[in-house]
């Protein structure tokens, strides 16, 4: 399994970003896709997560409204757009999926938030 994120950077504060995640050695389209994110001297926190078929999304209370989750299951990606970005966003962001009971994690993508 192998996980790819790409789509970091520093933007300022109130900007937008969106994070991608190419995802192989699964079957995509039936595992729950989620993104986390750690800031530094905190604990890595679900960030938002999706169903296979997209019916059902999940968002942290402190990104509803301006983050969305999205996958294209033809191309095994699954997409994180921020809006109205926040410097208390600022993070290292992850992709994670759980596989035979494996839970298998990208190297991460640093966002920073200026303000």
């Known amino acids: 399994v192998q996980l790819v994120e790409s789509g970091g950077g520093l933007v300022q504060a109130g900007g937008s970003l969106r994070l991608s995640c190419a995802a192989s050695?699964?079957?995509?389209?039936?595992?729950?896709m989620g993104w986390y994110r750690q800031a530094p001297g905190k604990q890595r926190e679900l960030v938002a997560s999706i169903t296979g078929d997209s019916r059902s999304t999940y968002y942290a209370d402190s990104v509803k409204g301006r983050f969305t989750i999205s996958r294209d299951n033809a191309k095994n990606t699954v997409y994180l757009q921020m809006n109205s970005l926040k410097p208390e966003d600022t993070s290292v962001y992850y992709c994670?999926?759980?596989?035979?009971?494996?839970?298998?994690w990208g190297q991460g993508t640093q966002v920073t938030v200026s303000s």
């Open positions: 050695g699964i079957i995509f389209r039936l595992n729950v």
């Open positions: 994670n999926t759980v596989q035979t009971g494996s839970r298998y």
